[in-house]
Every structure is written in structure tokens, then in C-alpha cells.
């Protein structure tokens, strides 16, 4: 029978998202899942290694940036001797819609998964304009 375990790996950001930065570390995109329900987005994104002290989530026009910082250290009096997973910092970047409520929008997080909750205007919903003969 084969083998059918699945590899994972995070996915390290495109240059094109990144910006010059101070920090000499490596960046990832986070998984993300996305739910749009009648009256909400919601965005989930998997950033294990931070918290709520360490995630920027910034909108600036239509740019959603978030942003978390991983701070990783070797314990006292020891030395990595082996590593399969590679520690570095999260960004992923969205361009959002009119029809979020940007001074609603809230965030949280737990145990490295952080959860947006993005409600969406009244005012945007569509709706039918009547056309006449000029």
C-alpha cells in the first residue's frame, strides 16, 4: 500500500508583497480561509508563534495588512541540532471590497489562529435603478 502522507510546507511571501524591512527574517503567507456569509467575511489565517502583542491587522484605503512577528529562541544552555520547520514572520495582503464596514471590522486571536470578523455595509446592497427614454 502506498505511502499517502501529505507534505506540508508554509509558503514563503512573493518579493512583490514585501516591503523593505529591519528584521533580517525570513516572511510566510499564512493559510487563510475565507467565509462570506449575508452579513459578514470572515477571515481565519493560521500564524502559528504569535499573539496578540505581535500581529498588526492595518487597512489603509482598500489594503488589509496583516502582519505577525515570531519570536523565536534556542533554550538556555542548548543547540539545534536539527530544524524541519522554518521560523519567520506572516504577511498576507488583501484588497477589500466598499461593501465591509471598515469601522466595524474586529480581531482576535488564539493559540496562533487569528480570526477577522469583517461585517458588511447596509448601504452597498444591490439594487435596481430604473432607466427612461431620454
Known amino acids: 500500500m502506498a505511502d499517502k502522507t501529505k507534505e506540508i510546507q508554509k509558503k514563503e511571501a512573493n518579493q512583490s ?3 523593505e524591512r ?12 475565507i ?3 449575508k452579513n459578514k467575511i470572515v477571515v481565519i489565517a493560521d500564524m502559528p508563534g504569535v499573539n496578540e502583542d505581535s500581529i498588526d491587522v492595518t487597512l489603509e484605503d482598500n489594503i488589509l495588512t496583516i502582519y505577525g512577528r515570531v519570536k523565536w529562541e534556542i533554550p538556555e544552555k542548548m543547540k ?6 522554518g521560523i519567520g514572520d506572516y504577511q498576507r495582503i488583501f484588497t477589500i471590497s466598499g461593501e465591509i464596514d471598515r469601522e466595524k471590522i474586529r480581531a ?4 496562533g489562529v487569528l480570526r477577522l470578523v469583517m461585517p458588511k455595509n447596509d448601504t452597498t446592497r444591490m439594487r435596481k435603478i430604473n432607466v427612461r427614454a431620454g
Open 17 to 19: 508583497d514585501i516591503v
Open 22 to 33: 529591519t528584521r533580517s527574517t525570513k516572511i510566510y503567507n499564512p493559510d487563510v480561509d
Open 35 to 37: 467565509i462570506e456569509g
Open 80 to 85: 539545534l541540532t536539527h530544524a524541519e520547520y
Open 108 to 111: 482576535t486571536v488564539k493559540n
